[in-house]
């Protein structure tokens, strides 16, 4: 899809930053919903596959792309399905938990190989330049 200079000016950069993480969501929900988890469901998963993390430092990680109430949910969602194990104080992956972690990184990947298609690297990393000045002029925010 080819968006005119029209179209650009039309919005102002708020619009764009939600459409696009809107996008995002939505690609990656479209890939991994068959498969029952979501792009938190994913995050989560991903977390716990590099270590064992106490309950709190999931939730503040995440806290950026959901309320702390929703990442607990997913936690809780994930470990009724047996992907997920909570005991002396850290979750860390089930057997299971990681085998369906493992079997969700090509869905991811695909997810991310389209970002790459619509921002070829040095876009993708100016882009990046740019979003961080932009937090960086900005007061921080209140979640």
């Known amino acids: 899809m080819s968006v005119s200079e029209d179209e650009i ?12 993480d809107a996008r995002l969501d939505a690609a990656f929900d479209l890939s991994l919903s068959a498969r ?10 991903a977390t716990l596959a590099r270590s064992s993390t106490r309950r709190a430092e999931v939730v503040t990680s995440l806290a ?3 309320e702390s109430a929703v990442v607990e949910g997913v ?5 009724r399905r047996g992907w997920v194990d909570e005991s002396g104080g850290a979750l860390r992956l089930t057997p299971a938990g990681a085998r369906k972690q493992a079997s969700l990184v090509p869905l991811v990947e695909d997810v991310r190989r389209q970002v790459a298609t619509a921002l070829p690297e040095d876009d993708y990393v100016a882009l990046v330049r740019l979003l961080a000045r932009l937090v960086a ?3 921080e925010s209140s979640r």
Do not use: N, T
Request: charged residues 25%; proline residues 6%; glycine residues 16%.
């Open 64 to 66: 950026s792309f959901d």
């Open 137 to 139: 002029g900005l007061p």
């Open 75 to 79: 936690v809780d969602g994930l470990k």
């Open 36 to 45: 029952g988890v979501d792009r938190r469901g994913w995050q989560v998963l």
């Open 9 to 20: 000016v039309r919005h102002p950069i708020g619009w764009w930053l939600k459409e696009a």
